[in-house]
């Protein structure tokens, strides 16, 4: 498979059904949390884009936001999407869950969940801690959080 992004045609027709989207000039494409699905799942299962794979999701933590940022291939036509997703409410950071999408989306999520703290609306069950314990407090990937000790140069 190729490692190119998508076509900016491609990209511009999605956009045309989803008009609440936001394309960058890298064709990295923006889309409201309330789209989420519905975009993912037209990228997947319409064969003109066949985002068939699900590479990788994580999130980043700016100083205003945190965002979802989700790595999509196409096996079929050996392209690549990225698709980022804004979460201003850096308190209560929610998203909708890709688990009906993408099974593969779980470990993910879980791993998301567990060092930023962002929840994914209608995750089966609800993610719970995967690398930390339970008892846990805070969230060690956002940049608000205190280390005990702080760090050493």
């Not at 990228?43 to 965002?67: F, Q, V």
Request: net charge negative.
């Amino acid at each position: 498979m190729a490692d190119c992004n998508i076509t900016s045609e491609l990209v511009e027709a999605v956009k045309a059904r989803f008009s609440g989207i936001e394309i960058q000039e890298n064709n990295d494409v923006t889309v409201p949390a309330g789209d989420l699905i519905p975009f993912m799942t037209e990228i997947k299962e319409n064969p003109d884009y066949a985002m068939d794979y699900l590479t990788n999701l994580t999130a980043a933590d700016y100083e205003d936001r945190l965002e979802m940022v989700y790595n999509l291939a196409s096996i079929t036509h050996g392209y690549t999407l990225t698709v980022k997703v804004k979460l201003e409410d850096k308190e209560n950071p929610q998203v909708p869950s890709l688990c009906p999408v993408w099974g593969g989306a779980n470990w993910q999520e879980r791993e998301t969940y567990d060092l930023m703290g962002i929840v994914f609306t209608g995750y089966p069950g609800h993610p719970t801690r995967i690398l930390l314990d339970d008892n846990y407090k805070g969230y060690p990937l956002r940049k608000d959080y205190q280390w005990e000790g702080g760090r050493e140069a």
